[in-house]
C-alpha cells in the first residue's frame, strides 16, 4: 500500500477554498447487516486448528417421526438424516500509510489512529455484509425472471415456494429479505400502486436502533435489509437479492488477540495496529479480520432448502 | 412458438463460445490443472455452477428466445461458500466442491470461460472497453450458457423445471395489480407462452 502523501493531498483536500472543519463521507453503503436470526453465526475460529471446518446439519428434533410398528415386532434402527456444510474463514486486511506532513498538517481531524480505528472497524464489518451478501444469491430456488422489475407478486410466489422448500410457515421475524436499492425500489413502487396510497413506510425508531438504518421494515412477515452489496446476476443484466430462514446462512471468525504495545483488538475480532517507519517519516495503521460466510441448509438431495433468490432487473 | 429453442428443434441456430480461452493456467488448486504459478492474479476468475433443480428461464440470443439454465455465479474469494486461498496465491476449491456437491450443483470447467487479462482474468463474454475497462455483456453471455447447452456440457432444461418457471410467471401475470404495469405483464405473458411451448415440445421428444 502506498503512503498517503502530502502531494496527494495537496492539490485537492488542501487548498485553502476547501480547508474546513467539515468533510462529507463518500456516498457508499454504509449500513452493515444487523444481528437476526436468520444469519447464524456458526463458528469462532480461535484455537480450531484449521481454517476450514464441515458444521454438520442433522435431523435431530422431530425431522424423523416415529414408525408404526406391529405389536410384538421388533422396531428397527432409525437412521438419522444429515448433511454437512463446508465453513472457512480467510484473513481480511487493510493499511494506511498517512506521513508525518499528512499527520501534522491535518485541518480536518481525520488522519489520525481514531479515525482510521473507527474505519477499520466498519470497513470489516461491511466485509462480512459483502460476504453474506455474496453468497445469497447461490440458492437453487430462484424467483422472478431475468430483466423485469421486482414486483409484490414476484415476493409472494416466493415466499410461498421457500415455505414449501423449507416444510414450514414463516414465522414473523426469523426470515431476512436482502435487497438491492434496484429491487427495492421496484418493490416499494408496486406495493405503494397495489396498497392505493393506503401503506405508509414508517420503521419505528426502536426497530431501526436495533436492525441498523439498511432496515426497511417488516412486510408479510419478512424483515426487509436493503444493501448496495447485493451482486448482480446474469452477467450484468439482473440483480440477485434472496430471502432466507434460520440456517440458510452461516457465517464464521476467529477472535483475535493484542501481543505487542502497538496493537489493539476492536471487538475482539479486529486486530488494529499502528506500525511506525521512523526513516520514511510515515506511520501505517493496519487491520486484520478473519471472516467467512457460506451457505447452510439447501439441499436437493433432501429436499429441504431454506433460502430462495430473488432475480430481477438490475435498471 | 417456432422461435422456442430446445436443442432437438432448431439445431441449425446453435450458439457458439464467443469467445476462446486462451488456455492459460487459473489460479486454482484442488482442480487437477497445471503446476505453472499464477501469483495474485488482479481480477479473479469467475465460476459458474449448475444445479438441475434450479428454474431455467427465458434468455434472448442472437435475437431468437431460449429457455436456459439460470447459472449461478460462484465470486472466488476465499472465506465464501467454503473458498480458501493458499499461501502462493492459489484458491483452494475443495471446501467449494463439498458444499456445491452436497447442494446439488456442478461446478462448470472455469477453463472454458476464463481468459487472462493484464494479470487478472475476465470471462469470454465480457469485453474491453477503450479505457481499459471490463464490462460484462448479457447478451454474450446468453449465447455462451446456449453454447453450453447446445455441446451437450449442460443437459436442456426439464420438463419439471420449466413447468415450474412458468407457473411461477403466470402467477407474476395475472396478479391483478399487474394490469399497472403493462410492460412488465406482457414480459411475463409472453414468457409464459414460450415456457409452455417449450413443454410442449419436450413433451412431443
Redesign the interface.
Not at chain 2, 78 to 85: D, F, P, Y
Not at chain 2, 102 to 105: A, C, D, Q
Given at each position: 500500500v502506498a503512503a498517503i502523501t502530502f502531494s496527494d493531498v495537496l492539490t485537492d483536500q488542501r487548498v485553502s477554498e476547501i480547508l474546513n472543519a467539515e468533510w462529507l463521507r463518500l456516498a457508499k453503503d454504509p449500513n452493515a447487516l444487523p444481528n437476526h436470526p436468520a444469519i447464524r453465526y456458526a463458528k469462532d475460529f480461535a484455537g480450531a486448528g484449521t481454517l476450514t471446518l464441515k458444521i454438520p446439519a442433522v435431523g435431530f428434533m422431530g425431522y424423523d417421526l416415529p414408525d408404526q410398528i406391529a405389536e410384538g415386532a421388533d422396531v428397527p434402527d432409525s437412521t438419522i438424516t444429515d448433511s454437512q456444510v463446508t465453513l472457512t474463514v480467510a484473513r481480511y486486511s487493510k493499511a494506511y500509510s498517512p506521513t508525518d506532513v499528512v499527520k501534522y498538517t491535518d485541518s480536518l481531524g481525520i488522519f489520525n489512529a481514531a479515525s482510521f480505528a473507527q474505519d477499520a472497524m466498519q470497513s470489516h464489518v461491511l466485509k462480512l455484509t459483502d460476504l453474506i451478501a455474496n453468497v445469497v444469491d447461490g440458492f437453487n430456488a430462484t424467483a422472478g425472471t431475468t430483466t423485469q422489475n421486482l414486483s409484490i407478486a414476484t415476493v409472494a410466489g416466493a415466499i410461498a415456494t421457500l415455505e414449501a422448500n423449507a416444510h414450514q410457515s414463516i414465522p414473523v421475524g426469523m426470515a431476512l429479505g436482502l435487497l438491492h436499492p434496484d429491487q427495492w425500489g421496484d418493490f416499494r413502487t408496486d406495493l405503494i400502486s397495489n396498497a392505493g396510497g393506503a401503506l405508509q413506510y414508517h420503521v419505528p425508531a426502536e426497530k431501526l436502533r436495533v436492525m441498523g438504518l439498511g432496515y426497511a421494515g417488516e412486510f408479510l412477515g419478512i424483515d426487509w435489509i436493503v444493501s448496495d452489496y447485493v451482486p448482480t446476476a446474469n452477467a450484468g443484466a439482473d440483480r440477485a437479492g434472496a430471502i432466507w430462514l434460520p440456517g440458510a446462512v452461516l457465517w464464521g471468525d476467529m477472535s483475535q488477540y493484542a501481543d505487542s504495545a502497538d496493537s489493539v483488538v476492536l471487538g475482539n475480532k479486529i486486530l488494529f495496529e499502528r506500525d511506525r517507519n521512523a526513516r520514511g517519516a510515515t506511520t501505517s495503521f493496519i487491520s486484520h479480520s478473519y471472516l467467512g460466510a457460506t451457505l447452510g441448509i439447501d439441499s436437493s438431495a433432501l429436499s429441504h432448502r431454506l433460502g430462495i433468490t430473488l432475480i430481477s432487473d438490475l435498471n | 412458438v417456432s422461435k422456442v429453442l430446445q436443442k432437438s428443434d432448431q439445431p441449425a441456430t446453435q450458439a457458439k463460445p464467443v469467445e476462446e480461452p486462451t488456455g492459460a493456467r487459473l489460479p486454482f488448486a484442488g482442480l487437477g490443472t497445471s503446476p505453472a504459478a499464477v501469483r495474485q492474479p488482479k481480477g479473479p476468475p469467475v465460476l459458474l455452477?449448475y444445479?438441475p433443480?434450479?428454474?431455467p428461464?427465458?434468455?434472448k440470443v442472437d435475437g431468437v428466445d431460449r429457455v436456459l439454465p439460470?447459472l449461478?455465479?460462484?465470486?472466488c474469494?476465499?472465506?465464501?461458500?467454503?473458498?480458501?486461498?493458499r499461501k502462493n496465491g492459489d484458491f483452494d476449491l475443495s471446501?467449494?466442491e463439498?458444499?456445491l456437491r452436497?447442494?446439488?450443483?456442478k461446478l462448470i470447467d472455469p477453463t472454458r470461460y476464463n481468459v487472462a487479462h493484464e494479470g487478472g482474468w475476465r470471462?469470454v463474454?465480457?469485453t474491453v472497453r477503450a479505457d481499459g475497462r471490463v464490462?460484462?455483456?448479457?447478451a454474450?453471455?446468453?449465447a455462451f450458457v446456449a453454447s453450453l447447452v447446445d455441446d451437450g456440457t449442460l443437459p436442456p432444461p426439464s420438463e419439471a423445471g420449466i413447468e415450474r418457471?412458468a407457473e411461477?410467471?403466470r402467477?407474476?401475470a395475472t396478479?391483478p395489480?399487474?394490469v399497472?404495469?403493462p410492460r412488465?405483464r406482457e414480459?411475463?405473458e409472453a414468457?409464459v407462452r414460450l415456457l409452455d411451448a417449450a413443454l410442449d415440445a419436450a413433451g412431443a421428444a
Open positions: - | 455452477a444445479s433443480d434450479r428454474n428461464d427465458v434468455f439460470i449461478r455465479t460462484v465470486r474469494r476465499a472465506g465464501t461458500n467454503g473458498i480458501t486461498r471446501g467449494l463439498d458444499n452436497e447442494s446439488g450443483w470471462p463474454w465480457s464490462v460484462e455483456s448479457p454474450k453471455y446468453a418457471q411461477h410467471l402467477a407474476v396478479h395489480k399487474m399497472d404495469r412488465d414480459k411475463a414468457r
